[in-house]
């Protein structure tokens, strides 16, 4: 064993110059009662947080030190600031050793004006570390851009300076605290009150800077002056925003299986057939198809993509019953009875795809009635118009009874208004 520690010894020694084995520091925060250096200890970098000489002394402030060590410390994740020990150092007296993390507070970050990508990834490991941290039965408290760090190589989240953080088990540090314009409302009227919600109102804060545009609902939520209002947990808010990715690629895919079936289940002309009146894509919207000139929207014409829902399904709904408008126009259709079986499918689609829709929104949500409201009444404006044609036609009971057509063709009416609402 004296070999290999020798060994180690002298690797250290080749590699390392003598200004590297000693300890340098440089002050980057002086705040509140802490102080904050970066220091180089054998050529690594890491973080000193100790306290400013008036509080040295001070026990509560010695005691919240060792609070946020002993909170910290208990934490193990990648988005997770490090706690390495506590000590008491020669040049800051009582504190703690954290990792040194190498990237820009988020607000600075944001600056930059990241892609999409990046701003997606920052919102999941930021929901990931905040689901971590309270299943360790802790609340940060103080849940602000300064304290996310986004690192340059990866751009990694890292939450920092748990000390404001609390626990059930401390009886320390039990009054208002946390940064105002961040903080819920409970946490700095009844601060002893808090619990995973607090950092939940924070974190609503954090989407709207991040997304501005963008999961408004969900962060609006998040946002509630009444706690009660606002979601129970982090995994509630992890399934709404995949629900919210999820969504425009679900209707598509419903979409397309619907228009798959049309051939069979609602025309009876194959030359009637529905073409695809959409294309979804990362960017472009296509609603329409004019002399097969496709007219396209993208998705900058929409106030958001909730509307581009809307609009995507309204659409569909009125191109469904325009082959059998006209096929009655052309006489292609000529019986009451006909008409109604063929349209039949169209409601049972909608029916369909609504109980579809219904699996990605939050229920009574306001965009979950403005959803709803919207298709009620297209469907009412689609039929209305449909009614227009279809009441100028014949009853085949009627003209059977008139004797204007035969058993043979009349029972072949009925052969096919059968096949018709059957499929």
């Given at each position: 064993m004296e070999?290999?520690?020798?060994?180690?010894?002298?690797v250290?020694?080749?590699f390392?110059?003598?200004e590297?084995t000693?300890?340098?520091?440089?002050?980057?925060?002086c705040?509140?009662?802490n102080?904050?250096f970066?220091?180089?200890r054998s050529g690594?970098?890491?973080?000193?947080?100790?306290?400013?000489?008036?509080?040295?002394?001070n026990p509560?402030?010695?005691?919240?030190l060792?609070?946020e060590f002993a909170?910290t410390s208990q934490?193990?994740?990648?988005?997770i600031?490090?706690a390495?020990a506590?000590?008491?150092?020669a040049?800051i007296?009582?504190?703690?050793?954290m990792?040194?993390?190498d990237?820009?507070?988020l607000d600075v970050?944001l600056?930059?004006n990241?892609?999409k990508?990046?701003r997606?990834?920052?919102i999941?490991?930021?929901?990931?570390a905040?689901?971590y941290?309270h299943?360790?039965?802790?609340i940060h408290?103080?849940i602000k851009?300064?304290?996310i760090l986004?690192t340059?190589?990866?751009?990694?989240?890292?939450i920092?300076?748990f000390?404001?953080?609390d626990?059930d088990?401390?009886?320390?540090?039990?009054q208002?605290?946390?940064t105002?314009?961040?903080a819920?409302?409970e946490?700095?009227?009844?601060?002893k009150e808090?619990?995973c919600?607090?950092?939940?109102f924070?974190?609503?804060k954090?989407?709207?800077?991040?997304?501005?545009?963008?999961y408004t609902a969900?962060?609006?939520r998040?946002?509630?002056t009444?706690?009660?209002?606002?979601?129970?947990?982090?995994e509630?808010?992890?399934?709404?925003i995949?629900?919210?990715?999820?969504?425009?690629?679900?209707?598509l895919?419903v979409f397309l299986?619907?228009?798959?079936?049309l051939?069979?289940a609602?025309l009876?002309y194959?030359?009637?057939?529905?073409?695809?009146?959409?294309?979804?894509?990362?960017d472009?919207i296509?609603?329409?198809?004019k002399d097969t000139v496709?007219v396209e929207?993208t998705t900058s014409?929409y106030?958001s993509?909730?509307?581009?829902?809307i609009?995507?399904?309204?659409n569909w709904?009125?191109?469904q019953?325009l082959?059998a408008?006209?096929a009655?126009?052309?006489?292609?259709i000529?019986?009451?009875e006909i008409a109604h079986?063929?349209?039949f499918p169209f409601?049972?689609?909608v029916?369909?795809?609504c109980?579809e829709?219904s699996?990605?929104?939050e229920?009574?949500?306001?965009?979950?009635?403005?959803?709803y409201?919207a298709?009620?009444?297209?469907q009412?404006?689609?039929?209305?118009?449909?009614?227009?044609?279809?009441?100028?036609l014949?009853?085949?009971h009627?003209v059977y009874?008139?004797g204007k057509?035969?058993?043979?063709?009349y029972?072949?009416?009925l052969?096919l208004?059968?096949s018709l609402?059957?499929q």
């Amino acid at each position: 064993m004296e070999q290999e520690s020798s060994s180690s010894g002298i690797v250290q020694n080749e590699f390392l110059t003598a200004e590297d084995t000693l300890t340098s520091y440089s002050e980057l925060a002086c705040s509140g009662f802490n102080r904050i250096f970066k220091i180089k200890r054998s050529g690594k970098w890491f973080l000193l947080k100790g306290l400013k000489p008036e509080f040295r002394n001070n026990p509560t402030y010695l005691e919240l030190l060792k609070k946020e060590f002993a909170l910290t410390s208990q934490l193990d994740h990648p988005n997770i600031v490090k706690a390495i020990a506590k000590e008491n150092d020669a040049r800051i007296g009582p504190a703690i050793l954290m990792e040194y993390i190498d990237g820009d507070t988020l607000d600075v970050f944001l600056k930059k004006n990241p892609s999409k990508a990046i701003r997606q990834k920052v919102i999941t490991e930021l929901l990931d570390a905040l689901q971590y941290i309270h299943s360790k039965q802790t609340i940060h408290r103080d849940i602000k851009p300064s304290n996310i760090l986004i690192t340059h190589n990866g751009s990694n989240v890292k939450i920092i300076d748990f000390g404001l953080s609390d626990a059930d088990g401390y009886a320390i540090l039990k009054q208002a605290a946390g940064t105002k314009k961040y903080a819920a409302p409970e946490q700095l009227v009844a601060p002893k009150e808090v619990d995973c919600r607090t950092d939940i109102f924070a974190f609503g804060k954090m989407l709207q800077l991040i997304f501005p545009n963008k999961y408004t609902a969900i962060a609006k939520r998040c946002t509630q002056t009444d706690r009660e209002k606002r979601y129970d947990n982090i995994e509630q808010i992890q399934k709404a925003i995949v629900r919210r990715e999820r969504f425009p690629y679900i209707v598509l895919g419903v979409f397309l299986a619907i228009l798959a079936l049309l051939p069979s289940a609602v025309l009876v002309y194959e030359k009637n057939f529905v073409e695809p009146i959409l294309v979804h894509t990362a960017d472009t919207i296509v609603i329409e198809q004019k002399d097969t000139v496709w007219v396209e929207k993208t998705t900058s014409d929409y106030a958001s993509q909730e509307q581009i829902l809307i609009d995507e399904t309204t659409n569909w709904i009125r191109k469904q019953l325009l082959p059998a408008t006209q096929a009655i126009e052309n006489g292609e259709i000529k019986y009451y009875e006909i008409a109604h079986a063929q349209v039949f499918p169209f409601f049972k689609s909608v029916q369909n795809y609504c109980n579809e829709v219904s699996k990605t929104l939050e229920e009574n949500s306001l965009f979950y009635h403005q959803f709803y409201n919207a298709v009620s009444i297209v469907q009412s404006e689609t039929m209305n118009k449909y009614l227009q044609y279809v009441n100028r036609l014949p009853i085949a009971h009627d003209v059977y009874r008139q004797g204007k057509i035969s058993e043979e063709e009349y029972q072949q009416l009925l052969a096919l208004q059968k096949s018709l609402v059957e499929q």
